[in-house]
């Protein structure tokens, strides 16, 4: 009988433990820190916290999230993915635009730290700067000057914060190496 009792009371523990671990919610509160609790996060103020993502390698391949892109072909690649990095605040997706060939170690982590204070900013627009036309002693435009002109330049628009409507624009100049368009300061 005893025997019985103790089996039935694990039986129910076993039964219960899913049941309970369904019921806890994973929230981020008003001020940033995790808060685990039994209510939904609506219901006490608070922001639905996403599930961690495994590391690299980890046994389940569904839930680990790569971002590898090719090099930008056309200048228009490289202003799209720019534009997606920004709107995703991802400065490892910007970064990866940035032509690093012959930066050293030193200037890389200066640079680093003006690329993550660039995509942290509210992005309004990112714009193709074109090359001015040049024109003839007469000031009109010259035969070869009537076609359209390449992109010589990136400019960022954004504003300094979410509650500072400020503009703030940054300018990257155009560089082709290895048959891919990067950006430079």
């Not at 490892?92 to 204070?117: P, T, V």
């Not at 914060?161 to 990067?182: K, Q, V």
Request: glycine share 6%.
């Amino acid at each position: 009988m005893r025997l019985l009792v103790v089996a039935l009371i694990f039986l129910f523990a076993f039964v219960a433990l899913p049941a309970r671990a369904a019921g806890v919610h994973r929230c981020i509160g008003a001020h940033g820190d995790a808060i685990f609790t039994d209510q939904p996060c609506e219901d006490i103020g608070a922001l639905v916290r996403p599930e961690p993502v495994p590391a690299f390698g980890a046994t389940n391949p569904q839930r680990v999230r790569v971002h590898a892109h090719d090099c930008a072909r056309t200048v228009d690649d490289l202003r799209h993915g720019l534009e997606a990095a920004l709107a995703a605040h991802d400065v490892n997706r910007m970064a990866g635009f940035y032509q690093w060939a012959g930066i050293g170690s030193e200037e890389s982590a200066s640079l680093l730290k003006r690329l993550q204070e660039i995509a942290n900013r509210p992005l309004t627009a990112v714009n193709l700067i074109h090359s001015r036309r040049p024109v003839d002693a007469s000031g009109f435009q010259t035969v070869a000057s009537t076609r359209t002109s390449e992109a010589s330049a990136i400019e960022l628009v954004q504003t300094r914060s979410d509650n500072d409507s400020t503009p703030a624009r940054t300018g990257f100049a155009l560089s082709r190496y290895m048959d891919c368009w990067w950006v430079r300061f």
